[in-house]
């Protein structure tokens, strides 16, 4: 379980580094601009470790380990600061995603697109509270979570692209769509969305402080 553990680190901090560069899907920022983003980055995270600190309960449980500590801590402050960062990084992208379409019969289904991905955020913020307050079903619910994104994260643009192409007579199945859909920063999302849930959903499942937390 440890070296899983090790692994999980290094494909969080590999996703942290990268996310400026894939979220704007846009040329090289200067160098200066590259830096401050970093720093902020750096500084988003230790507030967000900060946050989950600050909000977490005690355990009761006498067994060891247990309680909101080790790579319980880390996976709770990745998660929360990537979904704050995605509540942002989506609600800007609906005004984008419909100029690409430039059609207002598509915005009913851009504007429920968009929504869709921000109440995600909004549930994984919700859970990492859950989870941080020890309560009963936070690890269920948390483990439903990571399925549901994930077939979310992987269907959905898809999805998008065929309820216009039955709504809106303007729309045909073409690479064109499925290219918009799938940009390299949709395909970054899947890559780092199905490798985080094949580390994080054994965790949650096997880690004995989970266990011993919540027995």
């Known amino acids: 379980m440890r070296n899983v553990l090790r692994v999980m680190v290094l494909i969080n901090l590999f996703t942290l580094v990268c996310t400026s560069a894939f979220a704007a899907d846009a040329p090289a920022v200067p160098a200066a601009g590259a830096s401050a983003a970093k720093a902020l980055q750096f500084f988003g995270l230790l507030i967000c470790f900060g ?22 801590t880390f996976f709770l402050t990745v998660t929360l600061y990537s979904s704050i960062l995605g509540f ?16 207002e019969d598509s915005l009913a289904w851009t504007v429920t ?4 991905a921000i109440a995600f955020n909004i549930t994984f913020i919700y859970a990492v509270y859950s989870m941080c307050q020890i ?20 269907a959905a643009p898809a999805a998008f692209v065929l309820c216009l192409y039955l ?16 940009n390299n920063v949709t395909l970054f999302s899947i890559a780092t969305t199905v490798i985080r849930f094949a580390i994080l959903f054994p965790y949650l499942s096997f880690s004995r402080r989970i266990k011993n937390t919540w027995a």
């Open 51 to 72: 946050i989950i600190k600050a909000i977490s309960a005690k355990s009761t449980s006498t067994l060891q380990p247990s309680g909101i500590g080790g790579w319980l």
């Open 88 to 103: 942002f990084l989506n609600s800007l992208s609906l005004l984008q995603l419909h100029d690409l379409f430039e059609s």
């Open 113 to 116: 697109y968009g929504l869709c």
């Open 135 to 154: 309560r009963p079903n936070a690890v269920s619910f948390m483990k439903k979570l990571l399925i549901v994104n994930l077939i979310y994260t992987i």
């Open 167 to 182: 709504t809106v007579p303007s729309v045909t199945l073409t690479p064109q769509y499925f290219s918009i859909m799938y």
